[in-house]
């Protein structure tokens, strides 16, 4: 009997010492090794694979440092204190996403009041400032997440000379124009991907300067003249990059359009509603099916272009078209007058029936380079009131980056993440209170109990 008792309480005490041993084992791996797995539904405790494209493209450290403030917690503000807290587990878990995929990244938190004279020189907020630098540049955030730390990286890695030049005199979007039909929302993205804005009259600077990377024409409602359309045509026979943006009714000079083979059709693109889909203005053209290229490849969101107009592009002088965008089968160019219904295809007319091309990219070797254009029969895709709206966003920028040869640069957008928070009531609240970290342990340590007590007297 009591050979029996020693057998019992030895298997007892290996088992304890094993049960030991793993644990210790764990904790030991846990702190060599770090193995992390994000099974959220959106999977917004890991970067974005943009983001992480960005930073294998990275070179050269990248030092983060965390103006923090901390004289709420000298002023013993419970809620201030709190708050400070919580912000610095933010800043440090994010920075921490990112040190997974670039160990050079260095993260280190000072108080403005213990620095004063280079908090001053650098001009930092008093409420406080996060600095990210990289060689040599620094960029401030006051927000920081994904989207806002991923386009700061973005900035920094971008050289400061790439210069995107709007075209203006003739009536064109202007990318400082606040109206809903200027483009500034879409100029302030080109600002925060490290990008320069600047406009051109080349009435007054008669020559495009040679560091402008993109001449933006973005729908002239007066036609251009001899000598300006000269200078454009001269500048992209040096091997300038174009994006010219069109609209039923905006001009089009007719050489310039000639010598990249690209001819606009009259009229305006109309799509009439599916049957039983939602009525809808016919002149918005949604297109949710893009060409296998570079710009269009990774789009996942439809784009909108409202009263677009269409067009076609040839082969000529060695210019390879490739249409980007284009309408569905129902559409058709309409030559009359959209005010006066009702509205269909005429065949015995100009009109011309659909696939439409709306969006052509095209491309040419020269000197051993590539050389881009991108040509639209539509602008307001990018304008205030549109720009937000399915993947117009993204588009716009694609097309500036891959005519800039920026192929690689990505339009980072935040994750939509729904269902993040649980709001309970006053009574909910104090109940979860109470179960969870006092009776559903209680249950447990009872449960362990009688289970003991029954082996024994088994």
Known sequence: MKRTRLRRHMRRAA????????????????????????????????????????LTRLRGAVHVTAWLPADQLDRGDRHSGNRYR?????????????????PDITLRFIDPRQQPALARRLNIHPRGEIVVSHNGRFEK???????????????????????????????????FSNAVHGLSRFALRLRQRGLRVQPLDLTRTPVIPDNTSVLVIASPRKPLSNDESRIIRRWLARGGNLLWLGDPGSA???????????????????????PGAPTRNPALVIVNRYADHALTRNLQQATIFPFSRALIAFPAHRWQPVTLL??????????GDLRRPPLRYDPGSSE?????????????????????????????????????NGGNAELGLNMIHWLAHDDRRLAITPVTIDDVSLALDDGLATLYGIVF?????????????????????A
């Open 86 to 102: 919580a912000r610095h587990r933010q800043i440090s878990a994010l920075v921490e996403r990112y040190r997974r995929y670039k």
């Open 326 to 335: 284009q309408s569905s089968l129902r559409s058709w160019t309409e030559t």
């Open 141 to 175: 955030l006051q927000r920081i997440d994904e989207l806002h730390m991923s386009n700061a990286l973005m900035r920094l890695s971008t050289r400061p000379d790439k210069w995107i030049a709007f075209l203006t005199g003739h009536g064109e979007r202007s990318p």
């Open 252 to 274: 089009t000079p007719g050489e310039l359009a000639d010598s990249l083979g690209i001819r606009f059709l009259p009229g305006t693109i109309l799509t009439p509603p599916a």
């Open 15 to 54: 088992i304890t010492l094993l049960w030991l041993g793993t644990v210790l084992l764990l904790g030991w791996l846990s702190q060599r090794y770090a193995v992390q797995f994000d099974v959220s539904r959106y999977r917004h405790n890991s970067l974005s694979q943009p983001s992480r494209d960005l």
């Open 437 to 457: 970290p006092f009776v559903i342990p209680a249950l447990l340590l009872l449960a362990g109990f009688l289970i003991q007590r029954h082996r024994r007297r």
């Open 352 to 388: 011309r029936p659909g696939p439409l091309a709306i969006a052509v990219a095209l491309e040419r070797r020269r000197d051993g380079r590539s050389q881009r254009v991108v040509v639209t029969g539509d602008s307001d895709f990018i304008s205030n009131a549109w720009l937000v």
